[in-house]
C-alpha cells in the first residue's frame, strides 16, 4: 500500500541552510517545503497537510514566537521543533511556553541534522498519539450520548406502555360494581404508576443513574392523590420533602413503599371517610443519608398485629425495604400512625 511521504514546513530565510535542511532530511525519507517569512509560513500551515513544522527563531519579518503564539487558536496544528542558533536558555523557555514540541540548537554540522531528524520523528508520533487519544476519547463519548439517548427512548416507551397499562386497569376498576374488587384495582393502578413515574423522570433527567426524590415523589403523590380522590376518599397529602437523591435501582422500591403507605392511610387512618391530612417528608441527615416518613392523625397503628386488609400492602413494604437494606420502623399509635425508613442516597 503507497503512503505518503512525511511533509516537513521548514521557516527559515537562510536559503544555504533551507537548501542543506532539504536535501539531508529528504535521505532521511522526509519531504520538506520553506516559507521564508511569518505569513507565508502561517499560511502554508493553515493550507498544507503538513505533518510537523521546522521554525527558525530569529526570522526578517520578527521571530518564530510570533508563529507559536498564532498557532495557539488553530486547531490541529502540527507540531513544531524549534531551532535557533543562540545559546541564550530563554530562548529555549519561551518557545517551549509557547506550545513548541521540541527545541534544537542549530549548527551547520551534521549533528545537527540528526538532532533535528530525531526531533521531529518524536514530535510527529507524540502528535499522533495525542490524535489518537482524542478520537478514541471522542468515540467513546459518542458511544455515550448513543447509549443515553437509546435509554432515554427506551425508558419513554416503559413509561408509556406502563402508563396504558394503568389506563386499562381503571377502565376496568369503572366497569365493575363490585367494591373490593374497584379498590383492587385501584391499588393496582396506583402501583403501577409508580414505576411509570420513575420511567417517565428518567426520560427527562440527564443522569440516568440517580433520581430526584423530591421531584419523583411530588409526581408519584400527585397522581396517587387525584385516583384516590377519584375513588372517594377524602384525605389529601402534605409534602415535606428536602432535596435528596437515589440510585435509580432503589428509586423504584422506594416509590412502591411510599404508595402503598399513603394508600393504607388514605384508606385507614380516618374512619367513616373523614378529612384528614398525611403528611409525607424526607429529611436529609447528611449527604449519604435521609429519613423518610409518612404520618397522618388518624386512629393510629404501631405496626404491631393483624394489619387492614388482605395484608398485601404491608407485605410489598417489607419486601421492598429488605431491597433497600432497610426495615419500617412505627412510632407508638398514639395519635396516628408515623412509619419511618432511612434511605441510603447515591
Known amino acids: 500500500m503507497h503512503t505518503r511521504p512525511v511533509r516537513i514546513l521548514h521557516i527559515d530565510d537562510d536559503p544555504a541552510l533551507v537548501r542543506l535542511v532539504a536535501k539531508s532530511l529528504a535521505r532521511r525519507g522526509f519531504e520538506v517545503e520553506n516559507a521564508s517569512d511569518i505569513e507565508s509560513g502561517l499560511a502554508g500551515i493553515r493550507d498544507g497537510d503538513f505533518d510537523a513544522v ?29 531551532v535557533t542558533g543562540s545559546m541564550e536558555a530563554s530562548i529555549a523557555v519561551d518557545a517551549l511556553k509557547a506550545g513548541a514540541d521540541d527545541y534544537v540548537l542549530k549548527s551547520v554540522g551534521e549533528d545537527f541534522i540528526a538532532l533535528l531528524a530525531k526531533a521531529l520523528e518524536q514530535a510527529i508520533t507524540a502528535a499522533r498519539m495525542r490524535h489518537a487519544q482524542i478520537e478514541a476519547e471522542n468515540e467513546i463519548r459518542r458511544a455515550k450520548d448513543r447509549a443515553e439517548l437509546l435509554l432515554a427512548e427506551v425508558n419513554h416507551r416503559v413509561a408509556n406502555s406502563l402508563a396504558l ?12 360494581q363490585d367494591p373490593g ?80 403507605l399513603l394508600t393504607n392511610a388514605f384508606k385507614y387512618a380516618y374512619p367513616d371517610n373523614q378529612d384528614g ?18 404520618e397522618d392523625d388518624g386512629i393510629g397503628w404501631n405496626g404491631q398485629g393483624v394489619a387492614k386488609g388482605t395484608g398485601l400492602g404491608s407485605r410489598i413494604v417489607k419486601a421492598m425495604a429488605s431491597t433497600l437494606g432497610s426495615t419500617i420502623s412505627y412510632g407508638n399509635g398514639v ?8 434511605l441510603q442516597g447515591g
Not at 527558525?56 to 503564539?69: A, E, K, P
Not at 397499562?165 to 365493575?176: E, P
Open 165 to 176: 397499562v394503568a389506563a386499562l386497569v381503571r377502565m376496568q376498576a369503572s366497569a365493575i
Open 277 to 294: 391530612e398525611v403528611r409525607l417528608i424526607v429529611r436529609r441527615s447528611d449527604d449519604q443519608t435521609a429519613v423518610l416518613i409518612v
Open 54 to 82: 521546522v521554525l527558525d527563531h530569529y526570522l526578517s519579518s520578527g521571530t518564530g514566537l510570533s508563529v507559536l503564539n498564532a498557532l495557539r487558536d488553530q486547531v490541529d496544528a502540527p507540531p513544531v521543533v524549534y
Open 181 to 260: 374488587a374497584k379498590e383492587a384495582l385501584a391499588e393496582t393502578q396506583a402501583r403501577i404508576s409508580a414505576i411509570a413515574n420513575l420511567h417517565r423522570s428518567l426520560y427527562t433527567s440527564e443522569d440516568v443513574k440517580s433520581v430526584a426524590l423530591d421531584d419523583y415523589l411530588t409526581t408519584l403523590v400527585s397522581e396517587l392523590d387525584a385516583s384516590m380522590a377519584a375513588t372517594g376518599y377524602r384525605s389529601r397529602v402534605k409534602l415535606d420533602l428536602e432535596s435528596f437523591t437515589v440510585p435509580t435501582d432503589r428509586a423504584v422500591s422506594v416509590g412502591m413503599i411510599v404508595t402503598e
Open 335 to 342: 395519635g396516628g400512625t408515623r412509619t419511618t425508613l432511612v
